[in-house]
C-alpha cells in the first residue's frame, strides 16, 4: 500500500511538473518577444552583452584557477598555498579597489595624462535613475571587463618575488602600484583623452594596443623585475635546485589561460563583430605557434622538449600577440607566436643565467619582453585590411614603429620608477621580505598557517 502511495504522489508530481514546464514554454515565445522589444527600445544588443559578460568571466578565469595553477604548479610544495592565496586574494582586493577609485583614475576626465575622480564609486556607472538603461547597462560591463585586466595585471608581478615576500606587504604593494602605476597607463593608452590611444585623433603618439601589451605585460613585467633586484634572490638560489614541484599544475593553469585569452583579446573588440573574430582566431595561432618556437629551441638546445617550455612558449605567443590582435592578421599571427617563443626563451634562460636575476617564475621573461616584442612588431605589421586605417612599416607607415616605441618606453620607465619607490618606502616602514626562517619553512605555514599537502 505505501509503495502504491509512494509511486502515485511520485507520478502526480511528475505529470504536474510537465504541465508546469509546458506552460512555462508556451509563455517564452511571449516574454522572449516582449525582452527582445524592451532591449531593441533601449538601444541594447542582448549578442554584445552576452559576449561581453562571457569574456569579463574568461578573463577572471585566467587569475584563478589559471594563473594560481600556472604559477602554483612551478614553485616548490611548501609555497603553492602562498601562489594560490596571492592570485584568489587580489581578486577581491583589486576588484574593491577598481570599484572605488580605480575605474575612475583609469577613465575618468579628458586629460591626456592622468584620470580624475568622476566615476569615484562608480558614480556614472551604476544605476542612478537619471541614467537611461543602455547607458549604464554599457558603462558597467566595460567597468567590469577592465577590472579583469586590473585583476590579473598585478597577480602577474606576483611570478617574479615568489616563495619570500611578506603577505602583508605584498598587498600594500598591489594596492599603491595598481592606483598609480597602472592606471595612469591604463588612462594613456585606452581613454579616449589618452596621450598614446590610438583612436584619439589629438593623440600625441597614438599607439596599438588592442588589449594589453603595454598597458597590462609591460608594466607587470618592467615591475616584476624591479621587485626581483630590490627583493633579493630566494634563499640558496643558485646552490640548491628548487626544480617545479607539480608541473601537471602548470599545464592545466596553462590550458585555462589559453582559453582564458580568448575573453582577454577577442573581449577587446567590445562587442561581438568582426574583429573579435579576427583576435580570436590570431589569437589561438599566436599561441600554437608559441608552443612550437619554444619547444624546438629546447630540442635543439637541450636535445628534447619539455612540457614546461611547451607551457611558457603558448604563454609567451599570448602575451606578445595581445598588442597586435586587432591589427594583424592570423597568419601574421603566427609569425608574432614564432619570434615571441624564441625571444622568450632565450631571455628565461641565457639572458637570465648571464644576468644573475631571480625572476622566479619568469615573470619578467614571459610578460615584459614578450609584451616588448608584441607591441614593436604591430608596429611593423599592423596592417589596413584588418585596422581599416592606420598601418604599420611594412604598408608604408614607419612613423608608427615610433609610436610603439614611444609607448613601451613611457610605460616601462613608469612602472620602473612608481615600482622603486613605493617598495623603497614599504621595505622602510612595512618590511619586504619574510625571515629567513620563515622562508626555509614556506609561505605556506609562516603566512597562512596551512599545508598545501598532508602526507599520512
Request: glycine residues 12%; aromatic residues 12%; hydrophobic residues 55%.
Given at each position: ?99 572605488l577609485w580605480g575605474y575612475s583614475l583609469a577613465f575618468g576626465g579628458t586629460s591626456p595624462y592622468v584620470g580624475n575622480f568622476d566615476h569615484l564609486l562608480l558614480k556614472g556607472v ?189 604563454v609567451a605567443g599570448l602575451v606578445c600577440i595581445t598588442p597586435a590582435a586587432g591589427a594583424v592578421n592570423p597568419i601574421q599571427g603566427i609569425l608574432l607566436g614564432l619570434i615571441a ?116
Amino acid at each position: 500500500m505505501i509503495y502504491r502511495f509512494g509511486f502515485a504522489l511520485i507520478l502526480t508530481f511528475l505529470l504536474s511538473g510537465f504541465a508546469s514546464t509546458s506552460l512555462l514554454a508556451d509563455d517564452v515565445p511571449e516574454i522572449r518577444e516582449s525582452g527582445e522589444v524592451a532591449a531593441a527600445d533601449e538601444g541594447l544588443d542582448s549578442g554584445n552583452i552576452a559576449w561581453m559578460l562571457t569574456s569579463s568571466a574568461l578573463v577572471l578565469m585566467m587569475t584563478a584557477p589559471g594563473l594560481a595553477l600556472f604559477y602554483g604548479g612551478l614553485v616548490r610544495k611548501k609555497n603553492i598555498l602562498g601562489v594560490m592565496m596571492q592570485c584568489i586574494f587580489l581578486m577581491g582586493l583589486m576588484t574593491v579597489v577598481w570599484a572605488l577609485w580605480g575605474y575612475s583614475l583609469a577613465f575618468g576626465g579628458t586629460s591626456p595624462y592622468v584620470g580624475n575622480f568622476d566615476h569615484l564609486l562608480l558614480k556614472g556607472v551604476i544605476p542612478d535613475g537619471q541614467m537611461a538603461k543602455s547607458e549604464w547597462v554599457k558603462a558597467c560591463i566595460f567597468c567590469v571587463f577592465q577590472g579583469m585586466f586590473f585583476i590579473i595585471t598585478p597577480a602577474l608581478i606576483c611570478g617574479a618575488f615568489a616563495e619570500r615576500m611578506k603577505f602583508s606587504t605584498m598587498c600594500v604593494f598591489m594596492v599603491l602600484w595598481g592606483t598609480f602605476v597602472y592606471c595612469p597607463i591604463a588612462h594613456w593608452v585606452w581613454a579616449d583623452s589618452g596621450w598614446l590611444c590610438e583612436w584619439n585623433k589629438q593623440a600625441l603618439y597614438p599607439a596599438f594596443d588592442f588589449a594589453g601589451g603595454t598597458v597590462v605585460h609591460i608594466s607587470s613585467g618592467a615591475s616584476a623585475l624591479i621587485c626581483a633586484l630590490l627583493i633579493g634572490k630566494r634563499l640558496g638560489f643558485g646552490q640548491e635546485p628548487m626544480p617545479p614541484h607539480n608541473l601537471t599544475y602548470t599545464c592545466i593553469g596553462a590550458a585555462l589561460l589559453w582559453v582564458g585569452w580568448f575573453g582577454f583579446n577577442a573581449g577587446s573588440a567590445l562587442e561581438a563583430n568582426a574583429l573579435a573574430v579576427n583576435a580570436f582566431v590570431a589569437t589561438h595561432f599566436a599561441a600554437a605557434a608559441g608552443v612550437l618556437a619554444w619547444s624546438i629551441a629546447e630540442w635543439v638546445a637541450l636535445g628534447r622538449p619539455s612540457i614546461l617550455g611547451a607551457c611558457s612558449g603558448a604563454v609567451a605567443g599570448l602575451v606578445c600577440i595581445t598588442p597586435a590582435a586587432g591589427a594583424v592578421n592570423p597568419i601574421q599571427g603566427i609569425l608574432l607566436g614564432l619570434i615571441a617563443g624564441f625571444v622568450c626563451y632565450i631571455a628565461c634562460t641565457k639572458v637570465k643565467n648571464t644576468f644573475g636575476y631571480d625572476d622566479s617564475l619568469d615573470a619578467f621573461g614571459v610578460h615584459g619582453v614578450g609584451g616588448t616584442v608584441g607591441a614593436l612588431l604591430v608596429g611593423i605589421f599592423a596592417t589596413a585590411d584588418v585596422t581599416g586605417g592606420r598601418v604599420g612599416v611594412i604598408e608604408g607607415n614607419a612613423a608608427q614603429l615610433v609610436n610603439q616605441v614611444v609607448g613601451i618606453g613611457a610605460a616601462a620607465i613608469l612602472a620602473i620608477v612608481g615600482s622603486v619607490i613605493l617598495l623603497k618606502v614599504l621595505d622602510a616602514t612595512m618590511g619586504l621580505r619574510v625571515s629567513q626562517e620563515d622562508e626555509i619553512r614556506g609561505l605556506d605555514l609562516s603566512q597562512h598557517s596551512e599545508e598545501g599537502y598532508i602526507f599520512l
